[in-house]
């Protein structure tokens, strides 16, 4: 936190961010997932890691440029990023 912190500062582009998710079907796992990688289902690109799980909900930082389309996929699931409470227009 305290690296996007000084770089927010110093550049002041935010790059990644914590969004909301939704999975098409849960996670199998113990503890749930940690920093699995998600990847956009066309070109393969990298678009962020899935922070944490619970059932079909769940935390990812993503990329900011992704915005809230439908795009990425994490192996077999889907995960949909939702638009926050507080960025709700």
Same mark, same amino acid.
Request: hydrophobic share 30%; glycine share 10%.
């Given at each position: 936190m305290k690296e996007l912190t000084a770089r927010?500062?110093?550049?002041?582009?935010?790059?990644?961010?914590?969004?909301?998710?939704?999975?098409?079907?849960?996670?199998p796992g113990e503890d749930g997932p940690s !920093? %699995?990688?998600i990847y956009h289902p066309?070109?393969?690109?990298?678009?962020? !890691? %899935?922070?944490?799980t619970l059932?079909?909900?769940g935390l990812a930082m993503l990329k900011v440029d992704?915005?809230?389309r439908d795009l990425v996929s994490l192996s077999?699931?889907?995960v949909t990023?939702?638009?926050?409470?507080w960025d709700r227009k």
């Open positions: 927010t500062h110093h550049t002041g582009v935010i790059r990644r961010r914590v969004f909301p998710v939704s999975l098409s079907k849960p996670i !920093n %699995l990688p066309e070109d393969g690109a990298k678009m962020g !890691n %899935l922070i944490c059932g079909t909900a992704h915005g809230y077999d699931t889907v990023p939702r638009r926050p409470f």
